[in-house]
T-cell receptor, first 113, second 116 residues
Framework: KNQVEQSPQSLIILEGKNCTLQ??????????LRWYKQDTGRGPVSLTI?????NTKSNGRYTATLDADTKQSSLHITASQLSDSASYIC????????????FGRGTQLTVWP | DTEVTQTPKHLVMGMTNKKSLKCEQH?????MYWYKQKAKKPPELMFV???????INESVPSRFSPECPNSSLLNLHLHALQPEDSALYLC???????????????FGPGTRLTVL
């Protein structure tokens, strides 16, 4: 069964601190893994996308890692800011021409001042 | 320009009304998507259009009727909806091709629909 699971479900950190979000997937055949940021009531915004041959990818203060052998990914946020408060969604894609996506439930991150 | 626009931002409708949601992109993408998202849940795929033709219908009730009049526009026609259809409706677009699985889907801001 094609699934994406994320942990923790929610996380509260203080401004300036680092945090790491986890994602496990069982999508097959696996094509790539994406992390999206979604503010409440808004559409998801892409942070990173990695194919099975990539181990890490950065986008500013966001660094994603991928272990295709263990089917795990993480998103590390450095020096968190209040604007980082959002839902972070892990999304796995199967190999297809239409890019069907499998979404995790997201980790709700709250950054406190 | 990596923007997908959606109108209206908010929509309140009765169960007997007919309304339409609109989505537009000018990135030259030939795949467009409709998603439904309930609170605190991930987006659920509804429809996919590829080259203006309906490619995927995820067993969506017929009260939702998609339309892709051209490569830049995507509509979702609504009729006789139920209160449980209240949700955030997201439009997305992406490139299509042999490497399509690696292409980013760009999402619009969504339309918040409330059915009374």
């Amino acid at each position: 069964k094609n699934q994406v699971e994320q942990s923790p479900q929610s996380l509260i950190i203080l401004e300036g601190k680092n945090c790491t979000l986890q994602c496990n997937y069982t999508v097959s055949p696996f094509s790539n893994l994406r992390w999206y940021k979604q503010d409440t009531g808004r559409g998801p915004v892409s942070l990173t996308i990695m194919t099975f041959s990539e181990n890490t990818k950065s986008n500013g203060r966001y660094t994603a890692t991928l272990d295709a052998d263990t089917k795990q990914s993480s998103l590390h946020i450095t020096a968190s800011q209040l604007s980082d408060s959002a839902s972070y969604i892990c999304v796995a894609s199967r190999g297809s021409t239409l890019g069907r996506l499998y979404f995790g439930r997201g980790t709700q991150l709250t950054v406190w001042p | 320009d990596t923007e997908v626009t959606q109108t209206p931002k908010h929509l309140v409708m009765g169960m007997t009304n007919k309304k339409s949601l609109k989505c537009e992109q000018h990135m030259g993408h030939r795949a467009m998507y409709w998603y439904k998202q309930k609170a605190k849940k991930p987006p659920e795929l509804m429809f996919v259009y590829s080259y203006e033709k309906l490619s995927i219908n995820e067993s969506v009730p017929s009260r939702f009727s998609p339309e892709c009049p051209n490569s830049s526009l995507l509509n979702l026609h609504l009729h006789a909806l139920q209160p449980e259809d209240s949700a955030l409706y997201l439009c997305a677009s992406s490139q299509v091709g042999r490497e399509a699985a690696t292409y980013t889907q760009y999402f619009g801001p969504g339309t918040r629909l409330t059915v009374l």
